[in-house]
């Protein structure tokens, strides 16, 4: 599976939008990129994810370049609660998939 | 709440002893992965079950195993505790479709295991 990058640590004011990047230059074809978060000590909760085009749900929107080797998680009005980990990564969505974490990008929502 | 539920929340062993940690996966999904997470760090991937079978496997030693249930639910053992095993042990369950595709994996709250 594909590398990702990401910054070690951001900060954002509550209310504002906080926009999380990720390059994955070496993702391949039929590769996802997935976004995780994990708030300390709880397991890993599934945010969103994404192929090619752009998606959004109830928690965050999923920019993804055109080119695919980079992508941006954005969380549209960032609450105290938004405080976490942030893991991206890339996976094969086929029959034995895992992921593969890195360090993820601690996200520090201040008021 | 993913539904994925593990137990116990927090266990205490000393080296060289041997653990059975359990999960539940959601309802609906046949696949439970299990992953290491140590302090500090993102979660490892130890292995994958579908269909009773390991279907995939991390870099972690024989004396970390596995089953799967009929009903799905799985059980991760470690025997001969060492004291880099200390570690948040999460599970996540998946549905795949036989080769056709995977789906996103739902993580449970994770066991805090401590090896004294």
């Known amino acids: 599976d594909a590398k990702t990058t990401q910054p070690t640590s951001m900060d954002c004011a509550e209310g504002r939008a906080a926009n999380l990047p990720c390059n994955h230059s070496t993702i391949s074809g039929n590769e996802y990129v997935y976004w995780y978060r994990q708030i300390h000590s709880q397991g890993p909760q599934y945010i969103i994810h994404?192929?090619?085009n752009n998606e959004t749900n109830e928690m965050a929107s999923l920019i993804i370049t055109e080119d695919r080797k980079s992508s941006t998680l954005i969380l549209p009005h960032a609450t105290l609660r938004d405080t976490a980990v942030y893991y991206c990564?890339?996976?094969?969505?086929?029959?034995?998939?895992?992921?593969?974490f890195g360090g993820g990008t601690r996200l520090m929502v201040k008021p | 709440e993913t539904g994925v539920t593990q137990s116990p929340t927090h266990l205490i062993k000393t080296r060289g002893q041997q653990v059975t940690l359990r999960c539940s996966s959601q309802s609906g999904h046949n696949t439970v992965s299990w992953y290491q997470q140590a302090l500090g760090q993102g979660p490892q991937f130890i292995f994958q079950y579908y269909r009773e079978e390991e279907n995939g496997r991390g870099n972690f030693p024989p004396r970390f195993s596995g089953l799967q249930f009929p009903n799905y639910s799985s059980e991760l053992n470690v025997n001969a505790l060492e004291l880099d095993d200390s570690a948040l042990y999460l599970c996540?369950?998946?549905?795949?479709?036989?080769?056709?595709?995977?789906?996103?994996?739902?993580f449970g709250p994770g066991t805090r295991l401590l090896v004294l």
């Open positions: 990564i890339v996976s094969h969505n086929n029959a034995g998939n895992m992921l593969t």
């Open positions: 996540a369950s998946s549905s795949l479709k036989g080769t056709s595709g995977g789906e996103t994996q739902y």
């Open positions: 994404g192929l090619k």
